[in-house]
Nanobody, 125 residues
Framework: QVQLAESGGGSVQAGDSLRLSCAAS????????MGWFRQAPGKEREFVSA????????NYADSVKGRFTISRDNAKNTMVLQMDSLKPEDTALYYC??????????????????WGQGTQVTVSS
């Protein structure tokens, strides 16, 4: 049984940093993509960032480019999202996602068939 467990969310001030982690268990995703999506209250789920596990190729939403960095740790089967210079508009529930059939870092949630429960990030001004 595949499980994705997010951690690292919290409440911070604008300009602070947070580091989100996603630990995968039940299988490895070394040939596929993993990513982060977020959903704020009353809004659609939106793409944040993704990484191709095998090549390390990355993809970022324009809103986070230059502030967020995605990476993966092969040995730990873990994906990390380093979030710097946080803004109030980054406030959302952040979801880890993994694909069992796509290798490129897609920004479409339809390309991911495994999802975590989410971790809350709250940024106050």
């Amino acid at each position: 049984q595949v499980q994705l467990a997010e951690s690292g969310g919290g409440s911070v001030q604008a300009g602070d940093s947070l580091r989100l982690s996603c630990a995968a268990s039940g299988r490895t995703f070394r040939n596929y993509a993993m990513g982060w999506f977020r959903q704020a209250p009353g809004k659609e789920r939106e793409f944040v960032s993704a990484i191709a596990w095998g090549t390390g190729s990355t993809n970022y939403a324009d809103s986070v480019k230059g502030r967020f960095t995605i990476s993966r740790d092969n040995a730990k089967n873990t994906m990390v999202l380093q979030m710097d210079s946080l803004k109030p508009e980054d406030t959302a529930l952040y979801y880890c996602a993994a694909s069992g059939f796509v290798s490129s870092p897609s920004n479409s949630p339809r390309m991911y068939n495994y999802w975590g429960q989410g971790t809350q990030v709250t940024v106050s001004s």
